[in-house]
């Protein structure tokens, strides 16, 4: 175990269930699973909040259908956990299926006795 008992191998996994919580739509997991002040930057260059993107999934105006990640790699650094990697997203954003490809990176902090998300940043692969 490293850095506030956070071992490099749970990182994905952690990950994992924030991914299957947003396909789930699952926003009491998801409001525990993020920080309050927590940064989503999505692959266009949008800019959301938690309370944005919660409220986006909670009414269902964003659905998100398959996440898949690949090539994941973590690294530890002053308490952070860094996961990045490519990842593959299929929603349906205001009755539009979107399907893109991204490169990634996700900030994990501890809170307490548990980890949040404090910032989400991808970036579209042409």
């Known amino acids: 175990m490293t850095d506030h008992g956070l071992d490099p191998v749970t990182v994905p996994g952690l990950d994992r ?5 947003m396909i789930r739509a ?3 997991t998801l409001t525990g699973m993020f920080a309050d002040d ?4 999505h692959g266009n260059g949008a800019v959301d909040t ?5 409220g986006s999934i909670g009414s269902g105006r964003t659905k998100y259908l398959a996440i898949d990640c690949a090539d994941e790699t973590v690294r530890l650094h002053g308490g952070l956990a860094f996961l990045g990697g490519i990842t593959a997203v299929k929603a349906d954003i205001g009755g539009h299926i979107l399907e893109t490809r991204s490169r990634y990176t996700v ?3 501890p809170d307490g006795d548990a980890w949040k998300v404090v910032s989400w940043q991808s970036t579209l692969l042409l």
């Open 107 to 109: 900030v994990w902090a």
């Open 26 to 28: 699952d926003v009491p």
């Open 50 to 54: 938690k309370q944005g993107l919660l």
């Open 17 to 21: 269930a924030r991914r299957e919580a």
């Open 38 to 41: 927590m940064v989503w930057i």
